[in-house]
Nanobody, 127 residues
Framework: QVQLVESGGGLVQAGGSLRLSCAAS????????MGWFRQTPGKEREFVAA????????GYGDSVKGRFTISRHNAKNTVYLQMNSLKPEDSAVYYC????????????????????WGQGTQVTVSS
């Protein structure tokens, strides 16, 4: 089992920034590729960003490219999502997820690829 706990969500004005953190425990953190997804009521959970288990590869959803940055600190068992130039449409519950990769560079981008999930943290961007 892997336990994931997100933090850092909140209310921010459009154009502002937030940094989300996800602390992992329970299994060897470096065994897992990590991802961030988001969801609003009535919509499917959307891929936001992912990072490979060794941190060498990253990937982003089209709507956040150039504004969000994913990173990981393996010694702290933590993955981060730096969100800049936030827009009202970025408002959602953000979830951290862990996936067992098939290679060092593999990235999750689908909900079913992730075995473990955090409880989510709310991000609200006001216009």
């Amino acid at each position: 089992q892997v336990q994931l706990v997100e933090s850092g969500g909140g209310l921010v004005q459009a154009g502002g920034s937030l940094r989300l953190s996800c602390a992992a425990s329970g299994r060897t953190f470096t065994n897992y590729a990590m991802g961030w997804f988001r969801q609003t009521p009535g919509k499917e959970r959307e891929f936001v960003a992912a990072i490979s288990r060794n941190g060498g590869s990253t990937g982003y959803g089209d709507s956040v490219k150039g504004r969000f940055t994913i990173s990981r600190h393996n010694a702290k068992n933590t993955v981060y999502l730096q969100m800049n130039s936030l827009k009202p449409e970025d408002s959602a519950v953000y979830y951290c997820a862990a996936a067992l990769p098939s290679s060092n560079s593999w990235l999750p981008s689908r909900r079913y690829e992730c075995a473990y999930w955090g409880q989510g943290t709310q991000v609200t961007v006001s216009s």
